[in-house]
């Protein structure tokens, strides 16, 4: 399929967004702040969430694919770069599942992403550390994901008014 | 220039394949309750590990992983003042601090300080992890002939069987 200027502008602003986002919470919200290791608003998961709907499965793994590079480029650590990568692709993964069957909100789709997130952190935790000992984290952190994932949901929804609003040849 | 909208051949289409649901639904329910019954799992399964492990003669030992290879080993029960030991991998240095009943990553070189700021391990099962190190500090129990009777290993038995 071809896609045009216009489509390849909007995955751009998607992408800045998420890495505004994304830097944003690491200055307001920095890892130390939390007790458990991997505890995270993941603000720029609105940007995946969003995505999916507005553009399909490979803009978004564009996006978040590129999200996590460009962090990792601009003075993110290699932990880091494998940890976002990983719980990005399976949240994409179960996301796209969800919205597939087109039968939960974005509540339920943004709940079961983060706590997929979380999953795959924990799951690269262990292939890393090479115990299972960091399994012991994943209890708190799938309860703190499902409220991120549902205070996640509730921002994307202003988000994607916003972003459908803006139509080609309409000035707002 | 505003591009028109009939440059785009997406857009002749009916619309978009999927519309977002705003509204909270019984399947966004059954997806948090599934995700609030795995949590509740692992945790019960983490627990009872735990609690099976505290056996009459045995005693909490710290053991020290990089890269999931033991390296140092402590019986904490034998500690009188404290004890230290001083890892160094590729990327920088780590201090673990040990004294009766307790044990902790006291510093450590990473840039996230994660494993320094979990603070004190101690009782069995508890881990200080250190992911850009690729060091994990844990309490295991041991019997007394010296093996380890339980730790969170067995969870990984636990679930695969």
């Known amino acids: 399929m071809k896609y045009s200027i216009y489509d390849l502008t909007r995955w751009s602003v998607l992408t800045a ?11 307001f919200f920095p890892s130390m702040l939390f007790p458990v290791p991997g505890m995270r608003l993941g603000l720029s998961n609105i940007v995946t969430l969003l995505a999916l709907y507005l553009f399909g499965v490979f ?14 480029a601009f003075g993110g650590n290699l932990t880091s770069f494998l940890f976002s990568l990983a719980g990005g692709l399976l949240a994409l993964a179960v996301m796209l599942i969800a919205r597939n069957t087109k039968k939960f909100s974005l509540f339920g789709i943004s709940a079961a992403g983060s ?10 935790a262990c292939l890393m550390t090479g115990t299972w000992a960091v399994i012991s984290y994943l209890p708190v952190l799938l309860l ?7 205070v ?3 921002l994307s929804i202003p988000v994607y008014k916003a972003v459908t609003a803006i139509r080609p040849g309409v000035q707002p | 220039m505003i591009l028109k909208r009939s440059n785009r051949p997406a857009d002749k289409a009916a619309g978009p394949a999927y519309i977002p649901k705003f509204r909270f639904c019984r399947f966004d329910a059954a997806v948090i309750i599934l995700v ?36 140092w080993r402590v019986n904490l029960a034998d500690i009188t003042t404290q004890e230290t030991h001083k890892v160094t991998v590729d990327a920088g240095s780590l201090t673990v601090l040990a004294k009766a009943g307790k044990v902790c990553i006291s510093a450590s070189d990473c840039p996230d300080q ?17 992911l850009p190190f690729k060091v994990v500090l844990k ?7 010296g093996s380890i009777t339980q730790d969170t290993s067995a969870l990984y038995d636990a679930i695969s069987k």
């Open chain 1, 17 to 27: 967004l998420a890495l505004t986002l994304s830097v944003t919470e690491s200055m």
């Open chain 1, 59 to 72: 803009p978004t793994l564009l996006i978040v694919f590129l999200r996590c590079v460009i962090t990792f």
């Open chain 1, 115 to 124: 706590a997929a997130h979380t999953i795959g952190q924990i799951l690269i």
């Open chain 1, 144 to 150: 703190v994901s499902l409220v991120t994932g549902i």
């Open chain 1, 152 to 154: 996640i949901a509730g």
């Open chain 2, 139 to 145: 309490v295991v129990s041991v019997d007394g002939q």
């Open chain 2, 36 to 71: 609030l019954l795995v949590a509740a799992g692992t945790a019960l399964q983490l627990y009872r590990v735990t609690q099976s492990s505290m056996t009459a003669g045995s005693h909490q030992e710290a053991v020290l992983t990089v890269s999931g290879e033991e390296v």
């Open chain 2, 114 to 130: 994660i494993c320094v700021h979990t603070g004190w391990l101690t009782s069995t099962g508890q881990t200080a992890v250190c």
